[in-house]
């Protein structure tokens, strides 16, 4: 069973471009979840989702950045007009149900630059 | 709201040495624990978790007690090896929750 797939694992981007990052949840899962996490910090929640709908989004940032996963394929991150603060490795989780008992795996991450 | 806080890093062990990160949370309801390790450049990896108190996670040779009446689960390991070098991170959800919510990660060095 493949694990989490992310990609690209490295982007780099110039200020005021897109960054489009991708998330392949493990296989029977259809819970995803993505967190931010800056140099030298742990990691920041930002949106919940389950196929076709987000269940939580109280982590987004409310302008430039959207998530969606939809009903075939792998659920996408957008940033829109990067900024160097964006800057950051994007991790994607996975789980096939919510709540604690579930775990979440995790995939190696999407490393942002914004130059 | 939820929070967890780790034990201010840098580690730095001779090999064999005892290992502690402490790891206290704030939450409203009755979270499952979890520690997961990072090495460089990759993703998480859980290590261990609890779902209620008193429960024991272990894995490895590290272990951590959820304790409830304290609200830590601190991370111990008897005798660390090189191999160990990475950083930890202490987290919890909630029963009925999705998201996770992480401590800043305690980094470790193992030196030989």
């Known amino acids: 069973n493949a694990g989490v797939m992310q990609n690209p694992r490295h982007l780099v981007r110039r200020r005021g471009q897109e960054a489009r990052l991708r998330c392949s949840p493990m296989?029977?899962?259809?819970?995803v979840y993505w967190y931010r996490q800056l140099p030298e910090e742990g990691l920041k929640f930002m949106v919940y989702?389950?196929?076709?709908?987000?269940?939580?989004e109280s982590g987004m940032p409310k302008e430039r950045f959207s998530a969606e996963f939809p009903k075939e394929g792998p659920s996408i991150l957008r940033i829109q007009q990067v900024v160097r603060g964006d800057s950051a490795a994007y991790f994607c989780?996975?789980?096939?149900?919510?709540?604690?008992?579930?775990?979440?795996?995790f995939g190696p991450g999407t490393r942002l630059t914004v130059t | 709201g939820n929070s967890v806080t780790q034990m201010e890093g840098p580690v730095t062990l001779s090999e064999e040495a005892f290992l502690t990160i402490n790891c206290t949370y704030t939450?409203?309801?009755?979270?499952?624990l979890f520690w997961y390790v990072q090495y460089p450049g990759e993703g998480l990896q859980l290590l261990l978790k609890?779902?209620?108190?008193?429960d024991k996670g272990s894995n490895k040779g590290f272990e951590a007690t959820y304790r409830k009446e304290t609200t830590s689960f601190h991370l111990e390991k008897g005798s660390v090896q090189v191999s160990d070098s990475a950083v930890y991170f202490c987290a919890l959800r909630d029963t009925n929750a999705g998201k996770s919510t992480f401590g800043d990660g305690t980094t470790l060095t193992v030196k030989p």
């Open positions: 609890a779902t209620k108190a008193d």
């Open positions: 296989k029977g899962h259809s819970h």
């Open positions: 939450a409203t309801g009755y979270p499952s």
């Open positions: 989780a996975s789980s096939p149900g919510t709540g604690g008992i579930y775990e979440q795996y």
């Open positions: 989702l389950q196929k076709e709908n987000i269940i939580d």
